[in-house]
């Protein structure tokens, strides 16, 4: 699936070769019978009261939304109901905004604390992944910036206000190479998750861990001044 945004070219070049859909957004009012339509096109059930619930937690992001529809298709057989949803994913927000909060001050034991704590929770680690990919794209926007508002950044990169702030408050505990590099083990973890070009037979689990002790490291300040010292 490719999403071609308001690429008229793009959308002209593929109509010769693909099925091209256009994908509207619904009114936050809304969310909740699309998300039912989107599960149902995945060939599942989610009653509408759990769709209800499952915005409740987690927003009208559609890419959220989609990742966790993700999580609860593996995680559950049959209809999707209210009582599932509520709990894999009550709290679960906060849950998962300590947890940027530590990877982004590079508190390695805190962070991998909290990733443990997640996936013991029933977290997917494919929606984990996807969490921390959205707020190093915002580290990524904010770095140079100054301040940004976080409102106008947010509908820019399409995310929530609380991971640009977050981006903001913690930018400096990253230099721009460093940034680089996130984004590239994010790039190898995401491909080890999903197989892999030849296949990874590693468990979910280590690959995120892994990830998570890489994107902490050790700070270069520190490292410096342990050098000069």
């Not at 992001?61 to 599932?84: C, F, H, M, N, P």
């Not at 037979?201 to 000069?228: F, N, Q, W, Y």
């Amino acid at each position: 699936m490719i999403v071609a945004g308001r690429s008229q070219k793009l959308k002209k070049a593929l109509g010769a070769r693909a099925d091209v859909r256009e994908v509207s957004a619904p009114k936050p009012w809304e969310t909740g019978d699309w998300l039912t339509r989107y599960v149902k096109g995945l060939g599942r059930v989610i009653s509408k009261d759990a769709a209800a619930a499952l915005v409740e937690h987690l927003g009208t992001d559609l890419r959220e939304l989609a990742t966790a529809v993700e999580q609860l298709t593996l995680a559950t057989t049959g209809s999707i109901g209210v009582e599932v949803v509520n709990k894999l994913f009550r709290g679960l927000e906060s849950q998962v905004y300590v947890f940027l909060d530590a990877v982004l001050r590079r508190d390695r034991a805190s962070a991998l604390r909290h990733l443990s704590a997640l996936m013991r929770g029933g977290q997917h680690p494919l929606a984990i992944h996807a969490t921390l990919a959205r707020q190093f794209r915002a580290l990524a926007a904010v770095k140079g910036q100054g301040r940004p508002n976080p409102a106008e950044l947010a509908r820019e990169l399409d995310l929530t206000p609380a991971y640009v702030t977050r981006a903001t408050k913690n930018e400096r505990n990253f230099d721009p190479a460093e940034v680089r590099r996130a984004f590239r083990l994010l790039a190898d973890s995401d491909l080890s998750l999903k197989g892999g070009e030849f296949g990874d037979d590693r468990p979910d689990e280590l690959i995120m861990e892994l990830l998570v002790a890489d994107l902490c490291g050790e700070h270069p300040v520190a490292t410096s001044s342990a050098r000069r010292r």
